[in-house]
């Protein structure tokens, strides 16, 4: 969860920090096409706190619960010789499976494609080293900066059979993250005006230059599918050129 934790543990939520890992991991596994099965979290710190851990694990529960995904367990770990004083981490590894002939993975994009975009609930979970140097400037308490990870599981379903690739946007920024999906020769042109972004980015917008906005965070599309034709309803954020 990176340097997440910091912020969530001394504004008291580290329950979202864990429903955070869980949407996390299962979009990630979401990507390929894939049928995510089971999660594993891990926990370390200088000191454990158990009601810290429980916030965490009934976080990551509650997501799993809705995902139907089983959390099989995972590892607790207290190691003041490697975590400092106050230190808290929190990781997680989902498991998917998916036949070989369903895997979606970008192969068949071509030019002429149509990108479409699926709103975040704000930051999520990437970029907030940079969020937290910005916080020394001037206070931010709105609900979107520690929202956590949109669970894009209904949406990766519902697209399953028309989407060429999907896209969780993470670290890297929505570009960032559509070129690793996209075959050689192949490259997206968004329209960065195309969607609403939450107003968490407009107060970071008043400390962080645009270029380096669009390359840390989310900017308001937690989710990509790239797809031949858009269709009624769609938020066409840009095209394959």
């Given at each position: 969860?990176?340097?997440?934790?910091?912020?969530?543990?001394?504004?008291?939520?580290?329950r979202?920090?864990g429903?955070?890992?869980?949407?996390?991991?299962?979009?990630?596994?979401?990507?390929?096409?894939?049928?995510?099965?089971?999660?594993?979290?891990?926990?370390?710190?200088?000191?454990?706190?158990?009601?810290?851990?429980?916030?965490?694990?009934?976080?990551?529960?509650?997501?799993?619960?809705?995902?139907?995904?089983?959390?099989?367990?995972?590892?607790?770990?207290?190691?003041?010789?490697?975590?400092?004083?106050?230190?808290?981490?929190?990781?997680?590894?989902?498991?998917?499976?998916?036949?070989?002939?369903?895997?979606?993975?970008?192969?068949?994009?071509?030019?002429?494609?149509?990108?479409?975009?699926?709103?975040?609930?704000?930051?999520?979970a990437?970029?907030?080293?940079?969020?937290?140097?910005?916080?020394?400037a001037?206070?931010?308490?709105?609900?979107?900066?520690?929202?956590?990870t949109?669970?894009?599981?209904?949406?990766?379903?519902a697209?399953?059979?028309?989407?060429?690739?999907?896209?969780?946007?993470?670290?890297?920024?929505?570009?960032?993250?559509?070129?690793?999906?996209?075959?050689?020769?192949?490259?997206?042109?968004?329209?960065?005006?195309?969607?609403?972004?939450?107003?968490?980015?407009d107060?970071?917008?008043?400390?962080?230059?645009?270029?380096?906005l669009?390359r840390?965070?989310?900017?308001?599309?937690?989710?990509?599918?790239?797809?031949?034709?858009?269709?009624?309803?769609?938020?066409?954020?840009?095209?394959?050129?």
């Open positions: 969860m990176g340097t997440k934790l910091v912020l969530a543990r001394a504004r008291g939520r580290l979202d920090c429903a955070d890992l869980a949407a996390h991991c299962i979009n990630d596994v979401l990507t390929c096409g894939a049928q995510p099965l089971i999660l594993l979290d891990y926990v370390a710190a200088n000191e454990i706190h158990l009601e810290e851990v429980a916030d965490l694990v009934d976080g990551a529960a509650g997501v799993c619960r809705r995902a139907g995904v089983a959390l099989v367990g995972g590892e607790t770990a207290e190691l003041p010789g490697i975590y400092a004083p106050g230190e808290l981490d929190f990781a997680g590894t989902c498991v998917g499976i998916v036949a070989r002939a369903d895997l979606i993975d970008g192969s068949t994009v071509t030019a002429g494609d149509v990108v479409i975009g699926f709103p975040s609930a704000g930051v999520h990437n970029g907030f080293t940079l969020v937290r140097s910005v916080l020394e001037e206070d931010y308490d709105g609900a979107d900066l520690l929202a956590p949109r669970l894009y599981l209904d949406t990766a379903r697209l399953r059979g028309r989407a060429k690739a999907f896209v969780h946007v993470t670290g890297g920024g929505i570009l960032g993250n559509l070129e690793r999906v996209l075959p050689d020769g192949r490259h997206a042109e968004l329209d960065w005006q195309s969607w609403h972004r939450p107003e968490v980015f107060w970071l917008a008043r400390h962080v230059e645009e270029a380096e669009r840390v965070f989310n900017l308001g599309i937690g989710w990509c599918a790239i797809v031949g034709e858009a269709e009624v309803g769609d938020t066409v954020i840009g095209r394959i050129r």
